[in-house]
């Protein structure tokens, strides 16, 4: 395949992740743009707990059961003869690990706000990870059938956390039982707001904004109330700049109420419009040069963001979900892990639907394939055709250190051997992160948050019937080390070998007793190097004799 038809298919790809606080909307707005596009025809309920129906994108049995996204979904549609892979994150801060290795897999965000709450936590971190990356944001204001907050007052919130101008691409005409509908400001049309429930229905009414006769006669003082705002907007925003939005310096806002499959449509084209195609990635050297790689460089290659275990309960199979970086993938290539050098060898290869797979043929830069594999692929890894001689390791993949652990204590110890697959397979998947004392036989879990213990602890028992009790313990954080002073890091290993521990990459971590215990043992031993954040390949460590 030549340079310029690669480059015409990459073009056609929209990769992105939705991001927000839990409950603002975003598994359902996730079902909507699905069902705008036509890849599912009746959108699940996310709230019913007991309903027959759940969300296209929560496949896990934990979160029918309670409702909540934990692990971040990949979905691909064809809209407008474009290829938009979406990748739906989990909300809850203690899932924030997975939501930020998704955040540099995608090119742009879809960031959803709940009208009555605005900005909230979650939201603020999540943003956070995005500036860092120059991510370009999409923001969409829900619930706009609910009463809520007035639209200036959230513009002005929005403003102030993402550190950019909001350029309205629609306006809400009313809100609450009084919500009329959305002026798109794209088009100088007002779309009259009208209940979808839970499929497309009905035909769509909009009226030109030419006609302010019919339209004050229908609204009345919410349509003059817009029609102001529009205004004062229009004065005080900047106009909307293409270039200005890809460098993650603008933000286009939409309103809407997903619930209602109202607004969706516009953010969908917004999305294909507007959102960028795949860009260059870093790929780091030995000598720690960064290289950037084309999207249309002829040569397959990609880096594994997520591991996913168990996604078939009846074949415990374990998928590596890859995002093309750069080339063509075809059907039976050979690959490579490029970590080890080894010979890839999936038994499948497929896109998503949820759970719901189907074979690829072909990918290019931009999508997400999963690769089904048997171990020998941790997160982060780079994988490239076999006959890619050049040395590559893509960039950016995060691992924060753990904040809560608690020692893993099995109820049956005939039940050894499913326990240690179990942690071994979870650990690789960064559902949890698994440490292995250099001293003693017990395991470790490492957390951000409290309910990735339960959710562990839950998947153990359902899918590895392994029942553990979780126990506290002394440790209460970690730090990576390394040291260019071999003698040196000798010497700490053997003075600090009750502390010390292994993570699923077999990286060493130093345990925290306290803050204190950190202080301490840094004016001890100046020489060593502490870090709260790992990248993948990032800290090469030999293990200690």
């Given amino acids: 395949m030549n340079t310029t038809a690669l480059s015409a298919s990459v073009k056609k790809r929209r990769t992105f992740a939705i991001i927000s606080h839990p409950d603002a909307g975003k598994t359902t707005l996730t079902e909507k743009l699905l069902l705008f596009s036509g890849a599912i025809h009746t959108a699940g309920s996310v709230k019913a707990r007991k309903a027959s129906r759940h969300a296209t994108s929560d496949w896990m049995e934990i979160e029918k059961q309670r409702g909540i996204s934990v692990a971040s979904s990949v979905m691909q549609m064809d809209y407008r003869e474009h290829v938009v892979n979406l990748l739906d994150t989990p909300g809850h801060r203690d899932f924030s690990e997975d939501t930020y290795r998704v955040l540099t897999a995608v090119d ?31 923001t969409f204001i829900n619930k706009m059938d609910r009463e809520g907050r007035d639209p200036l007052e959230l513009l002005d919130e929005v403003e102030a956390e993402l550190g950019m101008p909001c350029v309205p691409m629609t306006w809400p005409v009313g809100q609450g039982r009084a919500f009329g509908g959305i002026i798109n400001l794209r088009t100088q049309k007002m779309r009259v707001f009208e209940a979808g429930e839970d499929k497309l229905g009905g035909d769509i009414e909009d009226i030109d904004l030419s006609d302010t006769a019919t339209l004050k006669a229908r609204f009345g003082a919410d349509f003059e109330q817009a029609q102001a705002n529009i205004e004062l907007v229009s004065g005080a925003a900047p106009a909307f700049d293409m270039d200005a939005f890809l460098a993650a310096k603008q933000t286009p806002v939409f309103f809407g109420s997903a619930v209602n499959n109202f607004g969706v449509q516009e953010v969908l084209d917004a999305l294909v419009d507007l959102a960028p195609s795949p860009h260059a990635r870093g790929s780091s050297s030995p000598d720690g040069n960064v290289t950037l790689i084309a999207p249309d460089s002829l040569g397959f290659s990609g880096v594994v963001f997520k591991v996913q275990a168990n996604m078939d309960p009846m074949h415990r199979d374990r998928i590596a979900f890859v995002r093309v970086c750069a080339g063509k993938y075809e059907s039976g290539m050979k690959l490579k892990v490029q970590r ?166 077999d990286t060493l971590a130093y345990l925290l007793t306290s803050a204190y215990d950190l202080r301490i043992t840094q004016e001890r031993h100046p020489k060593i190097q502490f870090h709260p954040l790992r990248e993948h390949a990032g800290l090469k460590l030999e293990k200690a004799a």
């Fill in 108 to 138: 742009s965000a879809l960031m959803v706000i709940d009208a009555a709450n605005g900005v909230e936590a979650q939201t603020k971190r999540l943003i956070e990870v995005c500036r860092q990356r120059d991510t370009p944001i999409i």
């Fill in 340 to 505: 080890t050098g080894k010979e890839m060898r999936p038994t499948s290869v497929v896109t998503f639907m949820s759970q719901k797979r189907e074979a690829v043929e072909e990918a290019y830069a931009g999508d997400i394939i999963g690769f089904t594999i048997h171990g020998g692929v941790q997160l982060g890894d780079t994988i490239t055709a076999a006959d890619i001689a050049q040395p590559l390791q893509y960039t950016g993949l995060p691992f924060f250190a753990p904040e809560l652990f608690q020692t893993v204590e099995l109820a049956n110890p005939m039940k050894s051997k499913q326990l240690q697959q179990g942690l071994e397979q979870l650990g690789e998947e960064g559902a949890i992160q698994v440490f292995k004392p250099t001293l003693g036989s017990l395991m470790l879990l490492g957390a951000v948050g409290q309910l990735q213990f339960e959710v562990v602890q839950h998947r153990l028992q359902t899918e590895y019937k392994a029942d553990i009790r979780l126990k506290p313990c002394q440790f209460v954080g970690a730090r990576w080390i390394t040291c260019d002073d071999a003698a040196e890091m000798k010497k700490f290993v053997d003075y600090n070998a009750s502390k010390l521990a292994y993570d699923a990459a």
